[in-house]
């Protein structure tokens, strides 16, 4: 129903016409929710849906317009399979990297992209222990000797380093703030860096996805906690801020904390509407999860698996 409503009035303005012969017409969209017979398309349009608010400080805010370090060197990467977003954050200085969310198919492409760079890479972090990926992080470690694993201490999985609430993820002179935002599993984290005292890049894992949010059905999925998680902990910051997910599954790429606070159909919710809402998602059991959630939980080192 959010995007209809903006599309008719758009409609209306450029063509003058009943917005709902238009797009019967056009065949834009199945107009379920219009009457089939307009006799008066100005008693149609009284019908549409008023345009949605501003934000509360009557700025609509669509995208960022906040600055990331110019000696920060920042990647999003896209694996085609699982949905998953990786991301490359360097200090161009020191030519220290990290790299958040690897996939283990896609290893050979991160691989390159350091060596093409020039960059050595200190970390492959894990926003959490994910079940539709296997992460490259063991893989990586094997390439790039000096790499080093991370993920929560929440997560109950294997790893070089453990992570915690209020912990630094440091790369050159780039530090992370980690922030434990769990509900989609116990040990999820969103990661922030900060610019000029405010954050300019959050990575939020699963805990937020653009308009959406990771299930949780499964792990230790808790919907109280995850709204609570989401709330205080990311939707509270400025609302130009850029957020950047784990996943996306309609072609986007990053969102605002405004945009979010505007237009995510769960998280806009009440905390009972948004459980009832999870409660009756009927998400099929995931795919990869059998095979995914052993391997990441020994974050990718196949070696170090119990069976093995
Ligand atoms: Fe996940």
């Not at 919907?223 to 509270?236: D, F, G, N, Q, W």
Request: contains cysteine.
């Amino acid at each position: 129903m959010n995007v209809i409503p903006r599309c008719l009035h758009t409609v209306r303005r450029l063509s003058g016409l009943c917005p709902a012969v238009v797009l019967s017409a056009s065949a834009h969209r199945p107009v379920r929710f219009f009457p089939a017979r307009c006799h008066s398309w100005k008693l149609t349009c009284r019908s549409i849906p008023k345009p949605r608010p501003t934000h509360p400080t009557g700025v609509r805010c669509m995208s960022s317009t906040v600055q990331i370090p110019s000696d920060l060197l920042f990647r999003q990467l896209f694996d085609y399979q699982s949905y998953t977003y990786t991301y490359l954050l360097a200090d161009r200085q020191t030519k220290e990297a990290i790299l958040i969310d690897p996939v283990l198919e896609l290893v050979n492409r991160d691989a390159h992209l350091l060596e093409d760079l020039q960059l050595s890479l200190k970390f492959a972090v894990n926003t959490h222990c994910h079940a539709d990926h296997i992460t490259g992080t063991g893989e990586l470690k094997k390439r790039f000797p000096g790499c080093r694993s991370v993920i929560s201490e929440q997560s109950g999985a294997k790893a070089d380093v453990y992570i915690t609430e209020g912990d630094k993820v440091a790369f050159g002179s780039k530090v992370l703030e980690v922030l434990s935002t769990p509900g989609h599993t116990n040990g999820c984290l969103t990661f922030v860096l900060h610019h000029n005292e405010r954050p300019v890049l959050v990575f939020t894992g699963d805990a937020l996805l653009i308009r959406g949010c990771g299930r949780t059905d499964f792990q230790e999925g808790s919907s109280a906690t995850l709204y609570e998680s989401v709330h205080r902990k990311i939707l509270s910051m400025p609302l130009d801020t850029p957020l950047y997910p784990a996943h996306d599954y309609t072609g986007q790429t990053s969102t605002t904390v405004g945009e979010e606070k505007m237009y995510n159909a769960r998280l806009t919710k009440t905390k009972e509407e948004f459980i009832d809402i999870m409660e009756k998602l009927n998400l099929p059991y995931p795919k990869a999860i059998d095979k995914s959630l052993p391997a990441n939980m020994v974050c990718g080192v196949l070696e170090d698996l119990p069976n093995k």
